[in-house]
Every structure is written in structure tokens, then in C-alpha cells.
């Protein structure tokens, strides 16, 4: 709960610069403080990082947990929304009045740190620390996921190889391979070749990790046996008959379970004001569900009286699978919601370009201001009324910062200002504050968007229709059939994940602001019988990104102190 140092650099300082002004505190010492853990309840990778040991740590009945608080945003610009940033400084807002907080947030992907971005821990005084350790190998998850799935694809190909005795037939096989970078020339490989002692050739290809579907298992599952019940569920292809073919059928769920036994633990690390962060799974809000690990979510609520959690990309993305994937297969429901924007955003929705963001237009901030009303629209069909939290930038006007909050006015909803990003938790306590007086109203009566029972083109048609504005949806004839091939084969009952563009509501990226009547195109579904939900691949999404042309890794490097440099 202490305030930010004050000799630390001032805002607009590089974020890595910032973060190694701050020295962090054991972590150790701050769970015991904070939380009164003993030190056998984690297990500490060095001296500030660690992970609860949840053989020796005891969830609370969910009827005593803390309140939960969902952060989410407008439609993703390349002028930056600050979600991260904002979940961590509402979390020390929170701290700062007093409450005991934590944040829950998704680990970074090496994919779009040497990709588009940078680093993902937050940003100016709104950071989690060691920025660099989370931001690069954090705890090894990604990689015993990778390990693990590879793993899989490997005793698979040997499968095939010494007969295929399970009658998994090689030309329907599923299971494709990950590694968590961005590589466009591995998405279709062709492995086998050299001759018969080199295996079966066959058509493949590659996913980034946070694509994988054991990521997903990783997040959605409650506890060890859970995770092997799922990897055991986990369809890899088909026999000839077209019946599925799982892990189980190929005895791999113990093995990869190994790989995975300490992934599963969530990670525990803290804010530039060192207060606790749970940092815990990755997948994707695109093309995965987007959403940190169920056990950090419930962890956290046992020890808490708020927790920040935050979904992926905009609201159509990652709070329409917070809710519809991850509440609905946790039972976890929000308490409250906030959603993010930026006048500098909400202008780039209404047309002007990023080079001139800095220059006060209330026409063009009034026309972009359509996105963030169609969000408002979409949560409250979940029944959440959210606050709207204006991250706020030095070249942010008055007259700006008051058109967004009479927008806002107009349905009913509070914007309030936040400056977490130049003064740390001292600049959020007015959104928490504001958050605190919505939960005071009363727990809202979050829905579901379907049922279960409904068919899975219902449910796609669902998500199109009534969160996006199309008109339509238009099923490529592959995509068709493998969804009628789920529906037979009794997965019909699992919801969908959507995977799309996250810089438009339509499958096109171009298209900015509201767009309404398009047809949303689905080219491909994927099954994930084990995390528990159909991939819904729409229009031109790649499960395995490239990078831009010029990456963020050309600007990265290391001192000769040996310093991390270009991590921002």
C-alpha cells in the first residue's frame, strides 16, 4: 500500500527504466505481510517471483470469496487503450483506499514481445516488477506448454509410425505443433520426409503456443486431476470410421501431465507498489479465450477482498469469453466491469490517423465514440452496467475528457478520468472509488449470452448478430461440415470461441468505429474437447502470427552491463 517512490523517473521515461528504479520486495516476506502465507506455500524462483504451492494452500468456499472486477476495453488501436496498464493501477487504487487488492493477469507471449509490442507488464508508474523476468521465460510455463504439446505430436507421429494401433487414421490427423514465437514460414510443414525410418510423410504445421489448446486446458482447469482429465480428452484426429481419437487412446495424458505439474501452479509477483499480482497462463483473446488461469482467478478471491482481472483485446473478444467460456465452465461471475478507453483511441475510430492523435478534435473523438457505445451496449446484454475508465494522456484536452463523460452520461454510465499511468495508484483511486460505488448497488445478474443446448451455428450466429452487428454468417463448406461432424459427435453442448481480427466488430480489420450488416465469414472450427470449447477461425486469423516488417526484436539487445534494452 506504500506510495511510489519519489525519485523515480519521471513519466514518459522508458518503462524498463522506470521499473528498475523501483526495488522489489521479497516475495517472501510480502505474501506473509500481505496475505500471512508461510513461506511452504510458495515456491520462490529467486527472490521475487514465485508460485503458490497449492499442495499446502487451501481455497476458500467461493461463498467467502473477495469480489471480483472485470477490466475490458473498446475495439484496439495502434494508439494503445492501456487495459494492462489499468488493470495494475486500478489495483493499487484499490490498495491505496485501504482495500486488500490483488490483480490477476495473463503471462506476456515472446510471440508479440519481439513481434508488435514490446513488453506487456503495464506501463509508466502502472507497472508489475521483475518487468524483464515476466516478459521473457516467466517461469518457464510457456515453454513446459510447448514442451508438452510437442511431446504429444511427437508419440502421435510414432503412433502413426509403428502401425497406428489405436486406428487413428493419418489423413485426418488435428494435432499440429507450437513454439511461442511469431514464424509465418512454419504454418504449413510437411514432416516425415527422408524415407520410411524418418516416419509416415504427412501435411502439418505450426500454432504459437498461446494458441495451443493446452494453454487453454492450463487455464480453464481447477486442479490436477481436472488437467489430466482434460489432456485425456483432448481429440488428436480420426479413424477411418471418422470416430475421434483422444489422448487417452494413446495413454500420452500422465507424460504430458508431468511436463505440466508445476506450470499449473499460479504465479505470484507484485506491482511497482508492492502489492500482489498473480500473473498465471496467456492464451490469446483472438484466437484463444483470453482470460488468466481459473486457479490464479480463485486463488486470489480467497485471499482478497477485490480482484482485477483482465480479459484480452476489446469487450467482443476477451469479456465475451470471459463470460461465455470461462464463468460459464467456473462458475465465477463479475462483480463489476470496467472498460477501458483513450481519447486518442476513440478518435482513431472516428478517422484520424496516428500522426495527428495529439491535436484536439471533437468531431473526430464524437464519430469514434460509436465504439465505445456499442461496447457499453454489448455488456449490458451480459447485464453489467460498466464504469468507464478514460486512460489519460498528457495531450488530452478538457473539452475531450468532458465529451466522453457526457457520452457516457447519455446511457447512463460514469467515466471517470484515470491517471494511474503518470502517478501510479494515487492517480486511480477515483475510478476504484467509482467501481466501489456501482458494487455497492448490488452483485449484478450476469447472463450468459446462449445456453448450452443450443446448436453451435446458433451460438455463432449468436455472437455475430448480437455483439458484432452483422447481418449474417457465411460458412466456408469445410467449416460447415466439421461443425456438423461436432454436433454428431456430442460436443454440440460446448460453447464457441470465436477467433477474428481484434482491431474491428467485423472480420475486417479496416473496418473501424461500429461497422453494421456484414456477414461474418467462418473459414475453419477446431475442436478443443479438452479445454472445453469450439475455435471459430473467421476470415484471414492466423493461429501462428508473422512478424511486422520491422520487429520489435531489431530494437532489443543487451548492455554491456548485461542489461536488458528495448523492452517497453
Known sequence: MAPLPAELPPPGTPDIEIARAVQPQSILLLAQQRFGLPADSLIPFGHYKAKLNMSHFQLKDPSSYGKLVLVTAITPTPAGEGKTTTSVGLNDGFNQLGLKSSVCLREPSLGPCFGMKGGAAGGGRAQVIPMEDINLHFNGDFHAITAAHNLLASILDNHIHWG???????????????MDLNDRALRNTIVGLGGAANGLPRETGFDIT????????????????????????IVVGRRRDHS????SDLSAEGAMSILLKDALQPNLV?????????????????????????????SALSLNDVVVTEAGFGADLGAEKF?????????LRPDAAVLVCTVRALKMQGGVPKSRLATPDLVALREGAVNLERHIRNLRQFGLTPVVSINRFPTDSEDEIAEIQAICHEYDVQAVPAEHWALGGAGATELAQAVLDQMALGKPDVQLLYPDDASLTDKIETIATRLYDAERVDYSPEAKQQLEEYEQLGFGHLPVCIAKTQYSFSANPKLRGAPSGHALPVREARLSAGAGFVVVI???????????????????????????????
Not at 544 to 565: F, K, N, Q, T
Request: aromatic share 4%; hydrophobic share 40%; glycine share 10%.
Open 164 to 178: 497406428s494401433e489405436s486406428g487413428l487414421d493419418p489423413r485426418y490427423v488435428t494435432w499440429r505443433r507450437v
Open 210 to 233: 498461446v494458441a495451443s489448446e493446452l494453454m487453454a486446458i492450463l487455464c480453464m482447469a481447477e486442479n490436477i486431476n481436472d488437467l489430466k482429465q482434460r489432456l485425456g480428452r
Open 244 to 247: 475421434p481419437v483422444t489422448v
Open 270 to 298: 507484485q506491482s511497482l507498489e508492492h502489492n500482489p499480482v498473480f500473473i498465471h497462463g496467456g492464451p490469446f483473446a483472438n484466437i484463444a479465450h483470453g482470460c488468466n488461469s481459473v486457479m490464479a482467478t480463485r
Open 323 to 331: 463470460i461465455d467460456i470461462k464463468c460459464r465452465h467456473s462458475g
Open 538 to 568: 473467421c476470415g484471414d486469423i492466423m493461429t501462428m502470427p508473422g512478424l511486422p516488417r520491422h520487429p520489435a526484436a531489431l530494437d532489443m539487445g543487451l548492455s554491456p552491463e548485461g542489461d536488458v534494452y528495448g523492452l517497453v
